[in-house]
């Protein structure tokens, strides 16, 4: 219970601008064994504040494209289009900072294709 109360509240951590506090919850909650029965919906959510965490906060290249890379796994296995699109915004946002061009195109264009209108207009 308390790794999803954590996950819940860290995106609020770091709002309030309370990063290393943000950057130490959600690292022992994901280090916690009941991580593993998470919901992936808070799990990949848990990531990618994490990720925010960690650039404004400190430079860990590696370390954060992991967690990011995990976060659009976890995502792409959910039926959540807004989670996943911004699993992809992270990524694209962490892979152009980085100077990763190529990399940050496919992710610009996996976004794109998946932000596109259907194309029945009787959808809307």
Do not use: K, W
């Not at 039926?79 to 699993?87: K, P, V, Y």
């Amino acid at each position: 219970m308390g790794v999803t109360l954590t996950a819940a509240c860290v995106p609020y951590l770091l709002q309030g601008s309370s990063m290393a506090e943000c950057r130490d919850r959600a690292e022992r909650a994901l280090a916690h064994p009941a991580t593993a029965a998470l919901d992936a919906r808070l799990e990949a959510q848990l990531r990618i504040t994490l990720r925010l965490a960690l650039v404004y906060g400190t430079s860990q290249v590696e370390r954060i494209g992991a967690i990011l890379a995990r976060a659009v796994e976890l995502a792409a296995g959910l039926d959540d289009a807004d989670m996943l699109l911004q699993a992809l915004g992270a990524t694209f946002i962490h892979r152009f900072n980085n100077s990763e061009h190529r990399e940050a195109q496919a992710s610009a264009e996996h976004f794109a294709a998946l932000a596109q209108p259907p194309a029945d207009p009787a959808i809307f």
